[in-house]
């Protein structure tokens, strides 16, 4: 089972307000978090936050200081540079190439 990691939601928004997020972004992001029971994916987060114009750099920071390690944040945004890549182009698939 994946590991879980709690935020308080006034500390997150404090980030969110650092970062100059808009309070109308905040306020939609908490009602998608709020609206799956306030668990949430750090894939989707991360989606997310990058939807709301997030640079990767701000992300990383958001995570590090919620205590997600740095090998774990590198895996969580190739996930979502990785369905970001199947979306646009369809299904990714391996193909060989014989003589």
Same mark, same amino acid.
């Given at each position: 089972?994946?590991? !879980? ?14 970062? =100059? #997020? ?8 908490? +009602? /998608?978090?709020?609206?799956? /029971? /306030?668990? *949430?994916?750090?894939? #989707?987060? +991360?989606?997310?936050? @990058?939807?709301?114009?997030?640079? @990767?750099?701000?992300? =990383?920071? *958001? ?15 190739? +996930? ?5 890549? !199947? +979306? ?7 193909? !060989?190439?014989?003589?």
């Amino acid at each position: 089972m994946p590991d !879980t990691i709690i935020i308080n939601r006034l500390d997150l928004r404090k980030m969110l307000v650092l970062l =100059k #997020v808009s309070e109308k972004s905040i306020d939609e992001l908490e +009602a /998608r978090v709020n609206k799956q /029971r /306030r668990h *949430i994916n750090a894939v #989707v987060l +991360a989606g997310m936050l @990058q939807k709301l114009g997030l640079k @990767q750099d701000d992300i =990383k920071n *958001i995570f590090l200081r919620i205590g997600i390690s740095d090998i774990s944040i590198n895996n969580i945004l190739n +996930a979502v540079d990785e369905q970001k890549i !199947t +979306a646009s182009f369809g299904r990714i698939v391996n193909l !060989t190439l014989s003589e």
